[in-house]
């Protein structure tokens, strides 16, 4: 079985997020900057409508005090709202401890999906994007709904993931879709070295504000090499 690296751990906390809220607004590996505007801050995953920091953490020992007294840092640093740290292992009493007493809210996640709504695969069914504005086009910072959907050979529609106010031209967003799309066919998560070819082959789809289609066979071809 593949190892889930961090960048697909946070591609699995994202969906998660999603699956738990449709309307939340995010986006992923930033660079947001301090309340001085002279430095930036990397950031997993920035929810910028309630201004919330998300840290994800694939470790293989649980997460420490240390982590959470960094992102105590970081938020004072961006003037962040709250904070969450995601993590496989799970977490210290200490750092519970000082994460309740920041308003920070820890959470254990697997690293390992599951995925058992998913719809069923048909061999001959494909995968669509589509992106609604949720505001007038002349405004410059409009919101955007996007949908990753799998019509099967029935045409029955069964969304994969939504996500609200999220940059779809970003070629990291990219690499999101790529996952949805591969943990669907493959049944597990993708190696990032898979997500960073189909990116490769198929990122051009992905712009934000174009509809596109992908045929599942074709799609099924990158589940080989995770054989």
């Known amino acids: 079985m593949p190892v889930v690296d961090g960048k697909n751990y946070e591609r699995r906390v994202m969906r998660y997020l999603t699956e738990k809220d449709k309307y939340i607004e995010f986006d992923l590996d ?5 309340t001085t505007g002279q430095r930036k801050r990397q950031i ?6 309630t201004r919330e920091i998300v840290e994800c953490k694939n470790y293989s020992n649980v997460v420490g005090i240390e982590i959470v007294d960094a992102m105590v840092g970081t938020m004072v640093d961006i003037g962040a709202t709250g904070g969450r740290i995601f993590s496989s292992a799970g977490f210290t009493k200490p750092a519970l401890s ?3 007493k920041a ?6 996640l697997s690293a ?3 995925i058992g709504y998913f719809p069923a695969k048909t061999g001959d069914g494909y995968y669509t994007g589509d992106y609604v504005d949720l505001c007038l086009s002349s405004k410059f910072d409009c919101d955007t709904f996007g949908r990753i959907n799998y019509i099967d050979c029935d045409d029955n529609i069964t969304p994969l ?3 609200r106010s999220v940059n779809w031209n970003n070629p990291k967003m990219h690499g999101f879709i790529a996952y949805i799309i591969l943990l669907h066919i ?12 189909f990116v490769d082959e198929y990122g051009d789809y992905f712009k934000q504000g174009s509809e596109w289609v992908l045929e599942e066979r074709e799609a099924s071809t990158f589940a080989i090499a995770e054989d």
């Open 30 to 34: 930033v660079m947001i900057a301090d």
């Open 98 to 100: 000082r994460a309740e």
């Open 44 to 49: 997993d995953i920035w929810l910028p409508k």
């Open 103 to 108: 308003s920070i809210r820890c959470e254990k």
């Open 112 to 114: 390992q999906e599951e």
């Open 161 to 163: 993931c939504v996500g």
């Open 186 to 197: 493959i049944g597990r998560p993708p190696s990032n070295w898979v997500v960073k070819q």
